[in-house]
T-cell receptor
Framework: QKEVEQNSGPLSVPEGAIASLNCTYS??????FFWYRQYSGKSPELIMF??SNGDKEDGRFTAQLNKASQYVSLLIRDSQPSDSATYLC?????????WGAGTKLIIKP | DTEVTQTPKHLVMGMTNKKSLKCEQH?????MYWYKQKAKKPPELMFV???????INESVPSRFSPECPNSSLLNLHLHALQPEDSALYLC?????????????FGDGTRLSIL
């Protein structure tokens, strides 16, 4: 059974600081990695995806991928209260997406 | 604004009712998905349509019946549901299938079974 693991949190970060969210996966053959943000009662929103080792930056968000260690992380710079949400990591495995349980992030003003 | 539109946003139905959930996308995507999500859990895949053909059915009970009339539309027909079927039902689409393509979600239908 392929797995994706995330710390459920909550992760509490002061406003303006860097929030670091981590995800590990078990399928060494995975090639595609996605981060979704989900506000309470809303649907998941795609915020980043990464296919290659290294960093990918988009505004305040940076996705980092290390295939050798089988982890992917999401950094949020200059955290804002509006970043408070659950962040879901999803990894492709055997032609499907495997979802982590999500990390709840709280940005404290 | 989401480019995947789901209707209705909320649905309350009895266990003997028949209803349908609808999903529409205008991004030219060739794969569409139905997910079920319970509170504080990740989305759980139900069905995948690829080029209008059902490609994955994750052992979903027959009281859920999917339909893909064309490449832009996806329906989920509901009949004789149980209280444990109350959940957020999400539709998503992607350019292709295979897990490597980013999936874009609609706002979901909040379903409550009385």
């Amino acid at each position: 059974q392929k797995e994706v693991e995330q710390n459920s949190g909550p992760l509490s970060v002061p406003e303006g600081a860097i929030a670091s969210l981590n995800c590990t996966y078990s399928d060494r053959g995975s090639q595609s990695f996605f981060w979704y943000r989900q506000y309470s009662g809303k649907s998941p929103e795609l915020i980043m995806f990464i296919y290659s080792n290294g960093d990918k930056e988009d505004g305040r968000f940076t996705a980092q991928l290390n295939k050798a260690s089988q982890y992917v992380s999401l950094l949020i710079r200059d955290s804002q209260p509006s970043d408070s949400a659950t962040y879901l990591c999803a990894v492709d495995s055997n032609y499907q997406l495997i979802w982590g349980a999500g990390t709840k992030l709280i940005i404290k003003p | 604004d989401t480019e995947v539109t789901q209707t209705p946003k909320h649905l309350v139905m009895g266990m003997t009712n028949k209803k349908s959930l609808k999903c529409e996308q205008h991004m030219g995507h060739r794969a569409m998905y139905w997910y079920k999500q319970k509170a504080k859990k990740p989305p759980e895949l139900m069905f995948v349509y690829s080029y209008e053909k059902l490609s994955i059915n994750e052992s979903v009970p027959s009281r859920f019946s999917p339909e893909c009339p064309n490449s832009s539309l996806l329906n989920l027909h509901l009949h004789a549901l149980q209280p444990e079927d109350s959940a957020l039902y999400l539709c998503a689409s992607s350019p292709g299938t295979g897990g490597s393509q980013p999936q874009h979600f609609g706002d979901g239908t909040r379903l409550s079974i009385l």
